[in-house]
C-alpha cells in the first residue's frame, strides 16, 4: 500500500464547475496535510495546507481533513482552465524531523 | 516575496560525467531538502538537511551521489557518474523551524542524461 493515494486522473471538469480531489493517507500519526499545484514542466506551488479535522478555506479552494478516515480532499469552485494542472497531496509525519511524503498526484483538465 | 534558487535550471549531460546542482533556501529557512521527480511521479526525498546536518538521506544513492550544506545556508547536490536513469526534475524545498511548516520549492533543475 503506498502511503498516500491519489487517482491519477484525468479528472475533467467543465469550466465554472467545482473540481474535487481526493487524497488518503496511510500513517494514522500523521500532523500535517499540504496541497500542491504543478503545471507541465514547472516546480510545484504549495496552494493549501490544513493541520486539524474540517474545512478550511482560501479564495476558491477548500481543503478538507478527515483523520479519523485517514482522507483529505481539495475543492476548487468555479474552475477556470487555468486550474488545469497537475495536483500534488503531501501528508508531514514524524517528530522532531518532519518528513513529507507525496502522492503521485491528480491531472486536472478544465475544459472552456 | 523570499524564493527558493536553483541553478541551473536544465542540464545535459553525457552518461558517466559529473554534475552538480545548487540551491539557495529562503532566507531563515533552517530545514532544506532535495527531491527528485520523475515524470508522472510525485517528488522522492533524496536528501534532508536540518542547518549543516544530514538528518535524511536513507533514499540518497550514495555511490553516486553526494550532498552537502556546508554553512547551514545554500546547499550542492552532485551526481558522479551520471546515468541514464538519473534523467529527472531535481527540486530543492525548505522550510522554516518549528513543526511541521509548509514547504517551497525552487523552480528545480531538468537533467537530461544521454
Not at chain 1, 11 to 21: K, T
Not at chain 1, 93 to 103: A, N
Not at chain 2, 86 to 91: G, Q, R
Amino acid at each position: 500500500q503506498k502511503e498516500v493515494e491519489q487517482n491519477s486522473g484525468p479528472l475533467s471538469v467543465p469550466e465554472g464547475a467545482i473540481a474535487s480531489l481526493n487524497c488518503t493517507y496511510s500513517d494514522r500519526v500523521s500532523q500535517s496535510f499540504f496541497w500542491y499545484r504543478q503545471y507541465s514542466g514547472k516546480s510545484p506551488e504549495l496552494i493549501m495546507s490544513i493541520y486539524s479535522n474540517g474545512d478550511k478555506e482560501d479564495g476558491r479552494f477548500t481543503a478538507q481533513l478527515n483523520k479519523a478516515s485517514q482522507y483529505v480532499s481539495l475543492l476548487i469552485r468555479d474552475s477556470q482552465p487555468s486550474d488545469s494542472a497537475t495536483y500534488l497531496c503531501a501528508v508531514s509525519t514524524g517528530t522532531g524531523t518532519y518528513k513529507y511524503i507525496f502522492g503521485t498526484g491528480t491531472r486536472l483538465k478544465v475544459l472552456a | 516575496e523570499a524564493e527558493v534558487a536553483q541553478s541551473p535550471r536544465y542540464k545535459i549531460t553525457e552518461k558517466s560525467q559529473a554534475v552538480a546542482f545548487w540551491c539557495d533556501p529562503i532566507s531563515g529557512h533552517a530545514t532544506l531538502y532535495w527531491y527528485r521527480q520523475i515524470l508522472g511521479q510525485g517528488p522522492e526525498l533524496l536528501v534532508q538537511f536540518q542547518d549543516e546536518s544530514v538528518v535524511d538521506d536513507s533514499q540518497l544513492p550514495k555511490d553516486r551521489f553526494s550532498a552537502e550544506r556546508l554553512k547551514g545556508v545554500d546547499s550542492t547536490l552532485k551526481i558522479q557518474p551520471a546515468e541514464l536513469g538519473d534523467s529527472a526534475m531535481y527540486l530543492c524545498a525548505s522550510s522554516g523551524a518549528g513543526g511541521p511548516r509548509e514547504q517551497y520549492f525552487g523552480p528545480g533543475t531538468r537533467l537530461t542524461v544521454t
